[in-house]
């Protein structure tokens, strides 16, 4: 599982299958940080979710979502856009996030607000 103790999804999705509401952490977040309690039987929704770092093999954990303080997504009918999550409040104008936004408008991946 590539997520490892991140949760950053788990709390700014709506999960509705766990009667989460969007920006509320997950009931299934393990209280001793270690990621989701119910990762092998997540929701469908959980499933599906299209989080940018799990979806790249060789990004370094500094870009991890609850590491770097933003998560991207691309979420249906976006048309390959990501939509960008701040993570706890962090502005995302660290540099980091900057960094990894120019290197994918670079390769013409959108990245929007969300």
Known sequence: MKCGECTAC???CEI???NSPRL???VNIDEN???CKIYDK???ACRKFNCFYSGQPNLPESLRPDMLGAM???PRGM???YVAHRVKGV???VPEFKQLVNKLNAINIEVVLG
């Open 91 to 93: 502005d995302l104008n």
């Open 33 to 35: 940080g270690l990621g």
């Open 79 to 81: 048309n390959g856009k």
């Open 10 to 12: 788990c709390t700014i």
């Open 72 to 74: 991207l997504e691309m």
């Open 42 to 44: 997540r929701p469908m």
């Open 24 to 26: 509320t952490p997950c």
């Open 16 to 18: 509705k299958e766990t």
